[in-house]
Nanobody
Framework: EVQLVESGGGLVQAGGSLRLSCAAS????????IGWFRQAPGKEREGISC????????KYVDSVKGRFTVSSDNTKNTVYLQMNNLKPEDTAVYYC????????????????????WGQGTQVTVSS
């Protein structure tokens, strides 16, 4: 059974940092690209970053570019999201998800292109 598990969320002050982890099991990790999404109460789920497992290329939505960095450790089947200079508007539940690697060009598109999802981890940024 395929499983994605997020961890690393918590409460931080504005300007602080967190590193989220996404651990994958039950799939061949290199066959998939990994995306990060977030969802605040009353808002739609939005894609913020993704990484290709073929060449390590990354994409970011403008609102997090320069503050967030996505990376992978293939030996551990784990993808990380380093979040720096956090702002109150970053408060949300953060999810990782997997899609077929040949679809990586649309990894910041609709969430429906993704095949598997984790349960999410809460990030709260206080002012």
């Amino acid at each position: 059974e395929v499983q994605l598990v997020e961890s690393g969320g918590g409460l931080v002050q504005a300007g602080g940092s967190l590193r989220l982890s996404c651990a994958a099991s039950g799939l061949t990790f290199d066959d998939y690209a990994i995306g990060w999404f977030r969802q605040a109460p009353g808002k739609e789920r939005e894609g913020i970053s993704c990484i290709s497992r073929v060449d390590g290329s990354t994409k970011y939505v403008d609102s997090v570019k320069g503050r967030f960095t996505v990376s992978s450790d293939n030996t551990k089947n784990t993808v990380y999201l380093q979040m720096n200079n956090l702002k109150p508007e970053d408060t949300a539940v953060y999810y990782c998800a997997a899609l077929e690697v040949h679809l990586v060009a649309i990894c910041l598109g609709l969430p429906t292109v993704y095949d598997y999802w984790g349960q999410g981890t809460q990030v709260t940024v206080s002012s």
